[in-house]
């Protein structure tokens, strides 16, 4: 129910940033909704299940999105035990971090 809604959002969302052709924004989305979407809020809109998982759209105000790319590489182990760690395949990576770009307004 909840995944068919976010669907359907992540959908309607207009998405202007064209990644490059290589990199699947769906898949990005897909990934992000299955592997993270447990704790963090992984669509346009919402809050996240886990109150302190910042939602995704809201990480490009803390973070540099390329930045992320290495820390999900070796493993991201945030300082709370809940936040657990991901070691993500390169092309893994790629897709989700497009995908987390398209959802900011300035698609970085
Ligand atoms: C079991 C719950 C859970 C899952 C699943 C989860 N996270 Fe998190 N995540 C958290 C929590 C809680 C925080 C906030 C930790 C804090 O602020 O101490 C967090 C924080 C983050 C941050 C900010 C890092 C920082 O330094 O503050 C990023 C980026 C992140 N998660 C990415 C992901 C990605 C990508 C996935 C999927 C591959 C994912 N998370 C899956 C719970 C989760």
Known sequence: MLL???LAQSLAAAQP????PDVDVAKGRVFAADRCG????????G????RKAPPFRDLHKRYD???LA???????????V????HVLKPEEIDNLLAYIKS???RGR
């Open 17 to 20: 940033h064209l990644p490059p």
């Open 4 to 6: 068919a809604l976010f």
């Open 38 to 45: 447990l704790c963090h809020a992984t669509g346009p809109k």
């Open 65 to 67: 999105i390329d930045g």
């Open 103 to 105: 959802l900011s307004p």
């Open 47 to 50: 809050a996240s299940p886990l």
């Open 70 to 80: 290495e820390g999900l590489a070796e493993g991201i182990g945030v300082g709370d």
């Open 82 to 85: 809940r936040m657990p760690e």
